[in-house]
């Protein structure tokens, strides 16, 4: 965010418990996070991390144990939910079965208070947005749900809220409807302007829609940043593991920073946001598509080397198994060494590639941009 400018949400130190004694649940543990204002925000993690109660906190469905909220700048502390410039779309729709389309987009803008020419204005121009403008007429039982939940979106983007909070709302999609109401709901956000958090626990969803997203677990934020820095940088074992395929090297550091000695003897470079000292026990993250296989003779142990330095960011093992998936082909290896298996993944370009079969010895080169040193 700009320096200067005003968080659309800004959340400090939030804990939540429910219950008591036996029954006591720490949802939300000490949350820090910025939002700033036209983010499409998005909070990814496991089921039971506390992303609906973050989201019922910043509508004011629920009070925070400790921590606070601010709006725009604003402490909204003790304001009540239709006090709140905020609005949400549930997995559910929660469309009133009894009210035409038209008359749902309509219900909130008749309790504050609108004048009925500006509420028929507003519905048609919000069934437009949201592509229904043929079917203001229909009772929700009548809709797919894919319609159902362009209703649900345009009655909640109907009074401009703020912010849009949405918890899981493609969730109860097929996977079809879902790409689709994907691409759909990109578009609403850049149209109207409006600050989206989006909850969702699927991360390929989290990585493709989100300018920015707050990896979760247990009650806290394990990280927040950029899809790609998500991706390429994750700070801890939790984030790697969740995001993504990763393969985890144990290693011991044998230069500060710099290299890290796994077992078998390899040495791998790469960056260590955590700066662990020469000798401490580290684990390395290495994405499977960040590595290459090189033919035999240039794995250690073979002097003919010609294009890769023996044992320095070169990891030598054997092909265990070949899997082949269309768009690319995935090569469990066993490292000489090395403890469980190690994966790589080639993509399936004609002829440039050379292929490895079964039992075949292997070279992996390790480009030092792709090994990250985690935090455990
Ligand atoms: P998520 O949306 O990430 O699946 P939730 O925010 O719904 O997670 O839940 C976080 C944790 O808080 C879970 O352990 C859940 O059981 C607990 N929890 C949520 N709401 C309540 C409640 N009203 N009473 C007791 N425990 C709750
Ligand atoms: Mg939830």
Redesign the pocket.
Known sequence: MRDGAVAAIDVRDLTKV??SGA?R?R?LDRVSLTIAPNEFFTLL??????????L?LIAGF?QPSEGQIFLDGDDIAGRPPFKRPVNTVFQSYALFPHMTVAQNVAFGLEMQGWETARIGRRVAEMLELVRMETLGDRRPGQLSGGQQQRVALARALANAPRVLLL?EPLSALDFKLRKEMQVELKRLQRETGITFVF?T?DQEEALTMSDRVAV?SD?RVQQAGGPDEIYERPVNRFVADFIGETNFLPAEVAQRGARYRVPGGALLSGRDPHDHAEGAEVTLAVRPERVDLLPDGTAPGNATAADATVGEDVLAGRVAQVVYFGTDTLYILELDGVPGEFQVRVQNRQGAQAEFAVAARVGVRVDPRAVQVLVD
Do not use: I, N, Q
């Open positions: 429910f219950g029954d649940v949802a993690g496991p089921s039971g991390c506390g992303k609906t109660t973050l019922r629920e918890d909850v626990h979760m009650g």
